[in-house]
């Protein structure tokens, strides 16, 4: 959950410096925002993947133990 809004966070800063960046027409700013974004959104499938394998995981020591 924490990482999820950490992305959602990360995600709507580079955003708003990407904008700036537009507006200021500076665009190593720009370019940094779109770099933020990308990266806050491979973080979260990251996350999203290492989540359904350890569920996968977890399924499979569960059919073991009975």
């Not at 979260?44 to 359904?52: F, I, L, N």
Request: hydrophobic residues 30%.
């Amino acid at each position: 959950m924490m990482t999820d809004l950490k992305s959602t966070k990360d995600k709507a800063l580079g955003k708003i410096e990407e904008t700036t960046g537009k507006l200021l027409k500076d665009d190593e700013m720009e370019a940094k925002g779109k770099a933020k974004q990308l990266k806050s959104e491979a973080e979260a499938k990251v996350d999203e993947a290492k989540d359904k394998v350890l569920k996968k995981v977890n399924d499979e020591i569960d059919k073991h133990k009975k």
